[in-house]
């Protein structure tokens, strides 16, 4: 006969805790997963907002030096989304070199993206301040202008 004694109850309470843990980590991960799935829209209200930091040459190059420290490794040097981290992933990264795709996309609702992220793409509001995620805004077109031949890095507002 076993007896029951007080620290084998804590050990039962306690993975008992973990594996209630354990589930709702699973549910939200697959209500997380099934939203990767769906376009992946900015509010109206974040598509709106222009950017307040001025194309020139130090913007692109503070721009430039924050892409390649934080976005590259998914991303791609040049912004096709084929990043060493970013050929792993089941989700792939935006590809910034498609006109087609950045032409729907706003400067906020980049700003927007960057701040909230999605799936593998992480939230850098905490991690960027506000004049960084822009900067990286400002590259980004610069990237999807250079992938079609123009070097005008000045940013499509809609």
Excluded at 55 to 70: C, F, I
Excluded at 106 to 124: A, C, I, N, Q, V
Aim: some cysteine; glycine content about 8%; charged content about 30%.
């Amino acid at each position: 006969m076993i007896r029951w004694r007080k620290a084998n109850t804590q050990w039962l309470v306690g993975a008992m805790g973990i594996s209630a843990i354990l589930a709702a980590s699973a549910f939200v991960g697959r209500v997380a997963a099934a939203d990767d799935d769906k376009p992946w829209v900015a509010p109206d209200a974040a598509k709106q907002v222009k950017n307040p930091i001025p194309v020139n040459p130090e913007s692109l190059a503070a721009g430039a030096q924050l892409y390649h420290e934080n976005c590259a490794p998914c991303h791609g040097d040049t912004g096709k989304g084929d990043g060493d981290t970013g050929k792993i992933l089941k989700k792939k990264p935006a590809n910034f070199t498609d006109e087609k795709v950045m032409s729907e996309e706003t400067d906020g609702s980049l700003f927007w993206k960057m701040g909230e992220g999605r799936g593998p793409m992480p939230s850098w509001k905490d991690e960027l301040s506000d004049k960084e995620r822009w900067q990286l805004v400002i590259y980004i077109r610069k990237l999807t202008k250079d992938a079609a031949g123009t070097n005008s890095p000045a940013p499509k507002d809609k």
